[in-house]
């Protein structure tokens, strides 16, 4: 899991949190919350991460659900893109 969290956190910079893409060097406003989750045999879902991602760096996030998938092929990692109301 130490190793999944230090995967996660060279990819993106969750210190912008959610008032900018957390993608390094973007300095656009979110349009989605990502949440990277794993799921066990027995279906128990375990979130990983919320990362906050503009329309251009969506894809990075499925390849990075894609690369921890391949790390750890007994657990299925994925991730559930939700639209940001744009009214906030």
């Known amino acids: 899991m130490e190793e999944q969290n230090r995967t996660i956190l060279s990819a993106f910079d969750i210190r912008k949190f959610k008032m900018k893409c957390n993608a390094p060097g973007c300095d656009k406003n979110p349009d ?44 299925i990692t994925d991730f559930q893109k939700i639209e940001i109301n744009k009214g906030r």
């Open 32 to 75: 989605f919350e990502t949440v990277l989750f794993q799921r066990s045999s027995r279906k128990s879902r375990k979130n990983l991460a919320s990362l906050y991602v503009c329309k251009e760096h969506v894809k990075n996030v499925q390849c990075l659900a894609d690369m921890l998938r391949a790390s750890n092929p007994k657990l």
